[in-house]
């Protein structure tokens, strides 16, 4: 019983590190795009 609750836990420890990673790849795209977009203006 507690070993399926364990596997559960580390399930939703690793949904928010990808939570976390996908955040941070999505402000990174954004921010560079912005830049992009000023440079060649």
Known sequence: MSNTN???QMQHEE???AD???SVVLIVIFVATCLFWISGQ
Request: charged share 20%.
């Open 15 to 17: 949904d928010n590190i």
């Open 20 to 22: 976390s990673i996908a």
């Open 6 to 8: 364990n596997d559960v």
